[in-house]
């Protein structure tokens, strides 16, 4: 059964800033790379399990995975948490590889 993929405000604003700093709108590479971002988010609806939990778990409280997009050294994060109960992925933030490490207010 898959699972629902929901975003946290941040995740949609974090969107938002790359469609905008690819120029997405104004360029084929780009928007072709933005739309393969998105299907690779929607694409843990049916295997949500299959990225490695982030390494900042230790630190936190939450169970929360990483899902890694694009080639080095263009990686971007995709940082999410599994419900189980609800059967729902929720996509907390996406964030540039090279970015500092989370903390917890990250993700609020």
Same mark, same amino acid.
């Given at each position: %059964?898959?699972?629902?993929?929901e975003f946290a405000?941040? *995740?949609? /604003?974090?969107?938002?800033?790359?469609?905008?700093? #690819? =120029?997405? *709108?104004?360029? &084929?590479? *780009?928007?072709?790379?933005? =739309?393969?971002?998105?299907?690779?988010v929607y694409a843990l609806a049916s295997h949500p399990l299959r990225c490695p939990v982030a390494?900042? /778990?230790? #630190? %936190? #409280?939450?169970?929360?995975?990483?899902?890694?997009?694009?080639? #080095?050294? &263009?990686?971007?994060? /995709?940082i999410y948490e599994v419900d189980e109960e609800r059967l729902a992925v929720r996509i907390l933030t996406i964030r540039h590889g090279a970015r500092q490490k989370l903390k917890p207010s990250d993700l609020m």
């Open positions: %059964m898959p699972y629902l993929v405000t941040r *995740a949609i /604003v974090d969107l938002e800033i790359l469609y905008q700093e #690819k =120029n997405a *709108a104004e360029s &084929h590479a *780009a928007a072709r790379w933005y =739309n393969r971002l998105e299907q690779a390494p900042e /778990v230790k #630190k %936190m #409280k939450r169970k929360v995975r990483q899902l890694l997009y694009g080639d #080095k050294p &263009h990686i971007y994060r /995709v």
